[in-house]
């Protein structure tokens, strides 16, 4: 079967604060299964909804500050795991902010270099 994906996964787990808009703000924590430019699979304690708002701010190594970004929960499941983040979404970035969006896609560059064995 072809891969119909635009942009490489990385298969990475990262540090997630998310917050659902349009609710009172309480902030949750999840992580990371994998990500690439457009998008990322988020495991969390509880179930979000297909079509959920989400704020979130991700933890990037050696980046001083947390990546703050928006997305769109394209799928959600239950995952067959005794683990406390039992849920998997799909989440679709909206727009990124400039600042945060050269130090993601930086992000993103270096780990693409450590795959194909180059270094930055």
């Given at each position: 079967?072809k891969?119909?994906?635009?942009?490489?996964?990385?298969?990475?787990?990262?540090?997630?604060?998310?917050?659902?808009?349009?609710?009172?703000?309480?902030?949750?924590?999840?992580?990371?299964?994998?990500?690439?430019?457009?998008?990322?699979?988020?495991?969390?304690?509880?179930?979000?909804?297909?079509?959920?708002?989400?704020?979130?701010?991700?933890?990037?190594?050696?980046?001083?500050?947390?990546?703050h970004?928006?997305?769109n929960?394209?799928?959600?499941?239950?995952?067959?795991?005794?683990?406390?983040?039992?849920?998997?979404?799909?989440?679709?970035?909206?727009?990124?902010?400039?600042?945060?969006?050269?130090?993601?896609?930086?992000?993103?560059?270096?780990?693409?270099?450590?795959?194909?064995?180059?270094?930055?």
């Amino acid at each position: 079967m072809k891969e119909s994906r635009r942009f490489l996964r990385f298969d990475v787990a990262l540090k997630v604060d998310y917050m659902l808009q349009g609710e009172p703000k309480i902030e949750r924590t999840g992580s990371t299964k994998d990500v690439c430019a457009e998008g990322m699979q988020l495991l969390t304690e509880e179930k979000l909804q297909k079509g959920d708002k989400l704020e979130f701010k991700l933890t990037v190594p050696e980046a001083l500050n947390p990546v703050h970004l928006n997305g769109n929960v394209m799928w959600s499941k239950e995952m067959s795991s005794e683990q406390k983040l039992s849920y998997s979404s799909g989440v679709e970035f909206g727009d990124i902010e400039e600042d945060n969006k050269n130090t993601f896609l930086k992000f993103l560059c270096n780990l693409m270099y450590l795959k194909t064995g180059r270094t930055s």
